[in-house]
């Protein structure tokens, strides 16, 4: 696999194959706390710095199902998909793409009445390389799960912990993290001189969870481990901010999130998200 000089020399590199293949043409670190089987689908909508040419309807979608099996443990599965659209007047050329990203399939423990969750999975690598839709994917979503969802030629083995309590008043205080190895499934791949890399995921929010509503803010980061150079270089971090319904089985919610990384931020301004979630027992 490819040894990355640096976390943002692999983000240019996405970024100029991208732009070629359009002129030629979950395990998210942000988890729900449900003690029950759910499905979710979330949209992603990208506002980048230079989009002019991108058709409005170019996002990401992610359908996800937590599944119990016992009072503690649960089946994980998501399923990532990309579309990208562009017109002449931005590309030269009217392009369309759509791509399904590389699966998720794991497991979480949650214990009941505990504050404490552990989750472990794996990606499978499907997604094509030959896709614009798949290098849009990446920065849609680059903190959290962009990378891992639509990189092509990599399988993803990605762990979480957990820590999530909420106190009588509603505050409630989120922190996650955990390591994501990546492993090379393409011996020819030219990008890579490394069979595999380790990134380290985190994430810390507060917000209020109450009976009907519920917001909060936070931070998340992703650090490349398997590179020399200092975490400034080999780490890039994002605000997000969250608000949802939190009664009833059909729950929808609204997130934003803000790349806080200067050469993230040169490409990516935000983007925006809608969730909606069922539970089902």
Request: charged letters at 20%; a negative charge; hydrophobic letters at 40%.
């Amino acid at each position: 696999m490819v040894r990355l000089i640096s976390l943002r020399r692999f983000m240019a590199a996405a970024i100029i194959a991208m732009a070629f293949s359009a002129s030629t043409m979950a395990q998210s670190i942000w988890t729900d706390n449900n003690a029950k089987s759910t499905i979710a689908l979330e949209f992603n909508k990208p506002n980048f710095s230079e989009s002019e040419g991108l058709s409005f309807f170019s996002s990401t979608l992610y359908l996800t199902g937590e599944f119990r099996v016992s009072e503690a443990f649960s089946i994980v599965g998501e399923l990532p998909f990309q579309h990208v659209g562009g017109d002449e007047d931005g590309f030269g050329q009217s392009f369309s793409g759509n791509v399904i990203g590389n699966p998720y399939l794991g497991f979480k423990y949650h214990p009941k009445n505990s504050s404490f969750s552990t989750a472990l999975g794996l990606r499978l690598p499907i997604a094509p390389d030959d896709e614009p839709a798949s290098f849009i994917g990446l920065f849609t979503d680059p903190v959290d799960r962009g990378f891992e969802a639509f990189v092509p030629n990599v399988m993803a083995i990605q762990g979480l912990v957990g820590f999530h309590r909420r106190s009588e008043s509603g505050v409630a205080i989120i922190v996650n993290g955990g390591p994501s190895w990546w492993i090379n499934t393409d011996s020819g791949n030219d990008g890579f001189e490394s069979d595999s890399e380790l990134f380290l995921r985190y994430s810390t929010a507060i917000g209020y969870e109450g009976p009907v509503a519920s917001i909060s803010g936070g931070v998340a980061g992703r650090w490349l481990l398997t590179e020399d150079n200092g975490f400034g270089d080999n780490s890039f971090h994002e605000l997000r901010f969250n608000a949802g319904l939190g009664s009833g089985k059909l729950r929808p919610g609204v997130y934003l999130k803000v790349p806080l990384d200067e050469n993230v931020n040169d490409i990516l301004n935000f983007t925006f998200g809608l969730k909606l979630l069922y539970e089902m027992n």
